[in-house]
C-alpha cells in the first residue's frame, strides 16, 4: 500500500482561504486482497470532542434513553442461540405465540370437561341408588303343592335284558312368583325341576318355561312333572315298600333365576333361589297335596 500525501501548493490556498485542519492520509487496499475496506487514518485531532470516538459515544449515550445506555451490539439468548438486538422483537413475539399455544387448556374447556364429569357422577350415584334399592325387593317365590295323576312300577328289564323294576310317574307342581317392586318387572329365566328319590334316583323331570312378571304382580306356573320308564334296579324294592307303608320319600328340587333391569340394560339386578321340598307320594293318594311351610326351604 502505498501513502500519497499532500503537495505545497495545495496547503498554502488551504491555509489562505480557511482555518488550519488536521492532515488525513488514505490507505488504499492492495489488489491481491478479497476484502474491501477503506481505513481513514488521523495524524492529529484539535479537541476531543472532535475525536469520532466521542461522537460514536455521544450518540449511544442519546439514543440509550433514561440514565443509562443501551449497546446496539449486544445479543440475547433464545432457544439454544444467541440472537442479533435487532430480532429480538420478533424472536419475543415468536416465543410469546409458543407460549400462547402450549400454555394448556382453555378456561371454557375445563368448565366443560367438569361438567361433563358432574353428569356422568351423578348418572352413577343414581344407578347405585336404584341398585340398591331393586336389592330390597327380591321376587317371592312360593310352591303351592302337588298333584299326582299317574303312579306305577312294573317288572320288567332294561335294554341288555337285566331284569329290573319299571316306575312311570306323572303329576303337576304349582309355583307361585311375587314381585313386590313398585318400579321394574323381572324376567324369569328357564330352569328345570327334578324329583329325586333316595338321592340315587331322579323319577321326573320338568322344565320351567321362562316369562316376564310386571311389578307389583303374582303369577302361577304350573308344571307337569313326567318320568316314564324308569329303571330302579336294586332301588325297586325299597320303593315298592315304601309305597305300602304310608308313602315315598322323595325331594323336589329346582332353581329360580331372574333379572331385572333397572336403567335399560346399563343397571341389571339378578336373583337366584334355590328351592327344595321334601314329602310324600303314593299310588293310595293321587288327590292334591299341599304344601306347608315346612315343606320346602328357600
Known amino acids: 500500500m502505498k501513502m500519497y500525501p499532500k503537495s505545497d501548493s495545495d496547503m498554502t490556498s488551504l491555509d489562505l482561504s480557511s482555518p488550519k485542519r488536521p492532515t488525513y492520509y488514505v490507505q488504499s487496499p492492495s489488489r491481491d486482497s478479497d476484502k474491501s475496506s477503506s481505513v481513514a487514518l488521523t495524524t ?19 439514543n440509550g434513553g433514561g ?7 449486544r445479543k440475547k439468548y433464545h432457544g439454544g442461540r444467541w440472537w442479533p438486538a435487532d430480532k429480538e422483537e420478533g424472536v419475543d413475539e415468536r416465543y410469546e ?18 361438567g361433563v364429569v358432574a353428569i356422568f357422577s351423578i348418572f352413577f350415584l343414581l344407578c347405585s341408588v ?16 302337588v298333584k299326582v295323576h299317574n303312579f306305577y312300577y312294573y317288572e320288567g328289564s332294561d335294554n341288555t335284558g337285566v331284569p329290573t323294576k319299571i316306575f312311570n310317574f306323572n303329576s303337576s307342581v304349582e309355583i307361585t312368583t311375587h314381585n313386590p317392586s313398585t318400579f321394574f318387572g323381572i324376567h324369569v329365566s328357564p330352569s328345570t325341576l327334578n324329583l329325586i328319590y333316595s338321592r340315587q334316583f331322579t323319577l321326573a323331570i320338568a322344565q ?26 336294586g332301588a325297586g324294592a325299597d320303593l315298592v315298600a ?6 315315598v320319600p322323595v325331594k323336589l328340587e329346582f332353581e329360580i333365576r331372574t333379572r331385572a333391569y333397572i336403567v335399560g340394560s346399563l343397571v341389571k339386578s339378578r336373583y337366584r333361589r334355590y328351592i327344595s321340598c321334601f314329602f310324600f307320594i303314593s299310588s293310595y293318594n293321587t ?7 315346612k315343606t320346602c326351604t328357600y
Open 287 to 293: 288327590t292334591f297335596v299341599k304344601f306347608t311351610k
Open 67 to 73: 440514565g443509562g445506555f443501551r449497546w446496539k451490539g
Open 130 to 145: 336404584l341398585f340398591g334399592a331393586s336389592q330390597s325387593f327380591p321376587p317371592i317365590v312360593h310352591v303351592k303343592g
Open 44 to 62: 492529529h485531532q484539535t479537541t476531543p470532542t472532535e475525536s469520532p470516538s466521542y461522537q460514536s459515544f455521544a450518540s449511544r449515550v442519546s
Open 242 to 247: 315304601s309305597d305300602h307303608n304310608g308313602g
Open 97 to 114: 405465540d409458543l407460549y400462547e399455544d402450549n400454555r394448556g387448556i382453555s378456561i371454557v374447556t375445563c368448565r366443560l370437561i367438569l
Open 208 to 233: 320351567l318355561k321362562s316369562y316376564y312378571q310386571p311389578k307389583q304382580s303374582n303369577h302361577t306356573s304350573r308344571i307337569i312333572l313326567v318320568g316314564s320308564k324308569v329303571q330302579l334296579y
